[in-house]
């Protein structure tokens, strides 16, 4: 049903049995949002581009196995497709709402996912290091965004999702990326594929030791991951 509404390229990066699990999860996706409006797309192709296939567009940029960090999980996206697309990464959800956090929870059981939900506020729950942080449709704060870096082991990755205006004011702080390598912020899809706008990423990487000489800054303005 998701390759179909959408016929993105994105779908055909994952295997028939991801593919049924991703199915199964927008099925609980539409029942938990009628009941407890989790999620407010305005159509079911809009459901499908920004929670599925925006994810999965930007899914090999993500390491094939480690520790990862949600944070404000919210209705699940981009973490629940991250987690069948990655299913050798194990995945901590940082969630405070109740009824988010068991939904979370359900799409995880039934899903049989390597993830488990943490009922707090990112402050209280944030784990020493990870192998890759990710973050969409929440607020960031000067200091929980030297927390999240801090928290990246080297070579460690964190996937920023925003509107394009807000990550490139967040990329212009300079002495806030000091070791880090940049790119982007770059959109998901190409516009091309639907009239639904894409959303965006600004990838950030702690550098290894022996990369300490690299340039900060990678991507081409605007590029579009196809």
Request: hydrophobic share 45%; proline share 4%.
């Amino acid at each position: 049903m998701l390759a179909r509404e959408l016929g993105s390229a994105a779908f055909s990066r994952v295997d028939a049995a991801a593919l049924r699990k991703l199915e199964r999860l927008d099925e609980l996706v539409v029942k938990w949002s009628r009941v407890v409006g989790l999620t407010g797309f305005s159509s079911d192709a809009a459901r499908v581009r920004r929670y599925f296939a925006e994810p999965l567009a930007v899914a090999a940029r993500l390491p094939g196995q480690g520790a990862a960090l949600d944070v404000g999980s919210g209705g699940g996206s981009p973490v629940l497709p991250f987690a069948i697309a990655r299913a050798q990464v194990s995945w901590t959800l940082v969630e405070s709402n109740e009824r988010k956090a068991m939904f979370l929870e359900e799409a995880i059981r039934e899903l049989s996912l390597d993830a488990r939900v943490s009922r707090s506020r990112y402050e209280a729950a944030a784990p020493q290091s990870v192998d890759v942080v990710t973050l969409r449709g929440v607020r960031v704060s000067r200091p929980m965004q030297e927390g999240i870096l801090a928290a990246l082991r080297p070579g460690g990755r964190f996937l920023w999702f925003s509107a394009e205006e807000h990550l490139r004011k967040a990329a212009a702080q300079e002495r806030l990326w000091d070791g880090l390598s940049i790119s982007g912020p770059s959109c998901l899809l190409p516009a091309r594929e639907h009239s639904i706008p894409s959303g965006w990423v600004l990838v950030v990487e702690k550098r290894a030791a022996e990369d300490d000489g690299a340039e900060g800054a990678e991507g081409a303005e605007g590029e579009c991951f196809t």
